[in-house]
């Protein structure tokens, strides 16, 4: 069994485990300020919190998602003062960009808070308990990013729902993932090996899991897999058509199902076309996943499948799945 393999197993049970902190988190949640909602981090980290920006917003809530690199360098302190809670997310809390953003912007860390899973990271020190959020995925042995990503989208959702009118029920969630690893998707990898353009759409709340599969793809399966929003799709990569692509869309009942489904209905006969949905309706060929789970929470399961089927592929091609040939799991140069 490969790293990455043992990893996507132990999901689940990380999700259980971060749901059973929830008197915690809200305690710790009390005192952050939502005025204003900075999320920022690398790789995984930032695509996770990507999700929890698209629900704060969807609340009513000014929130935003945006690379940790990118601020240090193109952003000045004076605009990072006019968020009331910057939020850094780092699985191990050693990355090169988190510990240069906290050395340089020190008169910022009153409105900061790190969410990690290494409590006793370099990062972590410069923070006061209260301000600490752990992730408790316990041991991930991969570079692809697994428990500390699903780990990271559900306590930062949980923390989300605390400071809305929302509430999210994640108690079947754990469930829905292991359904979604029992799949036997071995013809998707085959499709997914073959010389031709690999498409990933989605909408919404999928757009963080969608940017992350991507990067799984590449870490994992060593292959490209090209992603984009639903609309943007349609503005000028549509022509991708031409050479009869796999296109994979994540589609759960939602604000955008229907839009999707038009998709669908456009582009079914100009490619081969599967979509990963917790719908029974619409004619073209779906893995249904996801069953009972509002849309914020099922493109969770929906990435487990594409965990697979990214598992599968890298060892087809002779790869040591979640092994890195020129990448490593903590990136400590920038």
């Known amino acids: 069994m490969s790293k990455f393999l043992e990893d996507m197993l132990e999901q689940s049970e990380a ?104 409590e006793k990271s370099s990062a972590a020190k410069a923070f006061p308990d209260e301000r600490v959020f752990p992730l408790f995925a316990g041991n991930e042995r991969s570079m692809g990013a697994t428990k500390t990503f699903v780990n990271s989208i559900v306590l930062t959702l949980m923390i989300s729902a605390f400071r809305t009118a929302r509430r999210l029920n994640f108690s079947d969630l754990p469930t829905r993932m292991d359904e979604a690893l029992s799949h036997d ?31 799984m793809f590449a870490e994992v399966a060593k292959l490209s897999l090209i992603f984009y929003s639903g609309a943007s799709f349609r503005h000028g990569p549509v022509d991708l058509l031409a050479d009869k692509p796999v296109v994979i869309t994540m589609n759960p009942k939602g604000e955008t199902y229907d839009l999707m489904q038009e998709l669908h209905n456009d582009i079914y006969d100009k490619c081969d076309l ?21 849309e914020v929470l099922a493109f969770i399961p929906m990435m487990n499948l594409l965990q697979k089927t990214a598992e599968e592929i890298a060892r087809n091609r002779g790869f040591d799945p979640g092994s890195g040939v020129f990448g490593t799991k903590v990136t400590t140069k920038e």
Request: hydrophobic letters at 45%; zero cysteines.
């Open 15 to 118: 999700v259980r485990t971060i749901i059973s902190t929830s008197d915690v988190v809200f305690e710790k949640a009390k005192s952050l300020n939502f005025e204003r909602v900075l999320f920022t981090g690398m790789g995984a980290s930032l695509h996770a919190s990507e999700v929890a920006a698209s629900f704060l917003r969807y609340s009513g809530i000014d929130a935003e998602s945006f690379e940790m690199s990118e601020i240090i360098t193109y952003s000045s302190q004076e605009l990072l003062k006019r968020y009331s809670t910057i939020f850094l997310i780092s699985q191990s809390g050693e990355s090169a960009e988190l510990i240069r953003f906290i050395e340089e912007n020190k008169a910022l860390l009153p409105s900061m808070t790190l969410v990690t899973n290494n």
């Open 185 to 215: 998707l071995s013809w998707l990898a085959a499709m997914l090996s073959e010389k031709r353009e690999r498409i990933l759409v989605a909408r919404g709340f999928g757009i963080g899991v969608g940017k992350m599969a991507r990067l």
């Open 274 to 294: 599967i979509t990963l949905t917790n719908s029974r309706e619409g004619n073209v060929k779906s893995i249904y996943v996801s069953d009972g789970l509002e």
